[in-house]
């Protein structure tokens, strides 16, 4: 490879890791911004978008996004449960993504994965303090979960069509 070539490829690997940084950002700021309305996020809608985009990608954006979380609310369980919940979302959509691309499909798993959001995030609490922790911390938060898969339906099925089809004017159908 020539030096020039070099260089045009390490400036396109520069704006991706760029691009990367910014998605991952923007994650943490919507989520700070929609933080006084109770398991309203916009997290589930972008990891879903982030997930078609960039495929492996957006694992870089979670592990920035996961970073940022426990860097300014603190390292604790709820953080250990981040490591994995949001990579257990990109999975889902990875293995649904190349099969499916209906805003109801899209809607309907962002619907499930905020159901399922306080159990996926209650394992944690199994290892602190054993079956009854666990099980007493999922259902005193089964309220918040109906509300939080509730909200990711409705904002997935209001918002998925129109970011995706920006983001396709703008780069192009393919990003990976």
Avoid at 9 to 27: D, K, P, T
Avoid at 133 to 146: H, Q
Wanted: with cysteine; net charge positive.
């Amino acid at each position: 490879m020539k030096g020039s070539e070099r260089g045009v490829s390490g400036v396109r690997r520069a704006r991706e890791i760029v691009r990367l940084g910014l998605c991952a950002a923007l994650l943490f700021v919507l989520k700070a911004a929609l933080a006084p309305l109770p398991n309203i996020e916009a997290v589930t809608l972008l990891v879903i978008l982030y997930t078609l985009w960039f495929g492996r990608g957006a694992l870089l954006i979670l592990c920035l996004f996961v970073t940022l979380e426990g860097a300014v609310y603190g390292f604790h369980l709820w953080w250990i449960a981040y490591l994995y919940v949001w990579a257990v979302l990109w999975l889902a959509v990875t293995l649904a993504g190349h099969r499916e691309r209906s805003t109801l499909f899209w809607a309907a798993l962002g619907g499930i994965f905020g159901l399922s959001f306080g159990f996926l995030c209650s394992f944690p609490y199994l290892a602190a303090g054993g079956i009854h922790t666990m099980l007493g911390w999922w259902a005193a938060g089964i309220p918040f979960d109906l509300i939080h898969g509730f909200a990711n339906f409705a904002l997935i099925l209001v918002l998925f069509s129109p970011l995706d089809s920006l983001w396709k004017r703008v780069n192009g159908p393919k990003t990976k």
